[in-house]
């Protein structure tokens, strides 16, 4: 079975969108950043990935894991 690539929240023209890595259309768009978060996040601890929350500028703002965490974590 093919291995689930991580979902980023990225700001586009229309609003914002959820993206996995890799992929060149959008799984989901929505109108608000909040809207597209929560999607985002469900999306990503269904599957057990990390979702990554971009800024209006394109950096990455916010980072969280939903699975294949080291344990202990490192550092």
Do not use: C, F
Not at 31 to 44: N, P, W
Not at 48 to 57: A, I, N, R, S, W
Request: overall charge positive; glycine content about 10%; aromatic content about 2%.
């Amino acid at each position: 079975m093919a291995e689930k690539k991580n979902i980023h929240t990225v700001p586009t023209n229309d609003g914002w969108a959820n993206r996995r890595e890799d992929a060149k259309r959008a799984s989901s768009t929505h109108a608000t950043k909040a809207e597209a978060q929560e999607a985002g996040r469900a999306a990503a601890k269904k599957d057990g990935v990390e979702h990554l929350v971009h800024k209006k500028d394109g950096t990455i703002g916010e980072r969280n894991s939903y699975g294949n965490d080291p344990n202990p974590p490192k550092g």
